[in-house]
């Protein structure tokens, strides 16, 4: 599970009401440790192995904390490498946060996201990567997923939808911003989670989910 521009106490709060089998990765964006936004990845420790993990900041110094090109805003992606220990197979998860479209650092991070699936891909391990992109899944400049074989889950789904994901928390800007790229995996079930949890917006985006085969 992905969590994108989290805070430290929110994190706990998910910790907190997490079952002990899971398990999170992720830093804050603006030290490398706990301060600034993270973009945590959750796992389920009966179902997965984690065999590797890392973070990068979207940045012209990746492997530093650091801001990209003309954003002041640090962003990272937190990266993964897990084993189904069912299927013994191994995929790689990607979970980030963009930024405002229009800018140079968001095709910039586009092109290094892309240059990631790349890296992974090219060893035949399927590649699921989600996020936030603030864009719809066919903004021009995640056109560039498609060219290398990485696409929006929604759009290759059995069952799909296409459903506004930020709510705005009931105001009139809704919007399809959240995505689930994917690269060599099946993907049965797409879905927009808009139930009442026991408050009308739990957040200012709806989460979204995939059933998938590897």
């Given at each position: 599970?992905?969590?994108?521009?989290?805070?430290?106490?929110?994190?706990?709060?998910?910790?907190?009401?997490?079952?002990?089998?899971?398990?999170?990765?992720?830093?804050?964006?603006?030290?490398?440790?706990?301060?600034?936004?993270?973009?945590?990845?959750?796992?389920?420790?009966?179902?997965?192995?984690?065999?590797?993990?890392?973070?990068?900041?979207?940045?012209?110094?990746?492997?530093?904390?650091?801001?990209?090109?003309?954003?002041?805003?640090?962003?990272?992606?937190?990266?993964?490498?897990?084993?189904?220990?069912?299927?013994?197979?191994?995929?790689?998860?990607?979970?980030?946060?963009?930024?405002?479209?229009?800018?140079?650092a968001y095709?910039?991070?586009?092109?290094?996201?892309?240059?990631?699936?790349?890296?992974?891909?090219?060893?035949?391990?399927?590649?699921?990567?989600?996020?936030?992109?603030?864009?719809?899944?066919?903004?021009?400049?995640?056109?560039?997923?498609?060219?290398?074989?990485?696409?929006?889950?929604?759009?290759?789904?059995?069952?799909?939808?296409f459903r506004?994901?930020?709510?705005?928390?009931?105001?009139?800007?809704?919007a399809m911003?959240?995505?689930?790229?994917?690269?060599?995996?099946?993907?049965?079930?797409?879905?927009?989670?808009?139930?009442?949890?026991?408050?009308?917006?739990?957040?200012?985006?709806?989460?979204?989910?995939?059933?998938?085969?590897?």
């Amino acid at each position: 599970m992905g969590v994108q521009d989290a805070l430290l106490d929110q994190l706990a709060y998910i910790d907190n009401s997490f079952h002990k089998k899971y398990r999170r990765i992720s830093v804050g964006a603006d030290n490398g440790i706990t301060r600034g936004a993270h973009n945590a990845i959750y796992y389920d420790t009966t179902e997965v192995e984690l065999l590797w993990h890392t973070t990068r900041w979207l940045s012209k110094t990746p492997q530093q904390t650091s801001a990209g090109w003309d954003e002041t805003t640090r962003r990272t992606v937190t990266i993964a490498l897990f084993r189904e220990k069912q299927t013994n197979k191994k995929f790689y998860f990607l979970n980030t946060c963009l930024g405002d479209k229009n800018r140079v650092a968001y095709k910039e991070s586009v092109k290094l996201l892309s240059s990631y699936v790349d890296e992974f891909g090219n060893k035949d391990i399927p590649v699921l990567l989600c996020g936030t992109f603030n864009a719809s899944d066919i903004e021009p400049a995640l056109l560039l997923f498609y060219d290398k074989s990485i696409i929006s889950a929604r759009r290759i789904a059995t069952k799909t939808d296409f459903r506004d994901t930020y709510n705005a928390y009931g105001k009139d800007e809704k919007a399809m911003i959240d995505h689930i790229f994917t690269q060599n995996i099946f993907v049965d079930i797409f879905k927009t989670f808009t139930k009442n949890y026991g408050t009308t917006y739990i957040s200012s985006h709806y989460p979204i989910g995939i059933m998938f085969s590897l």
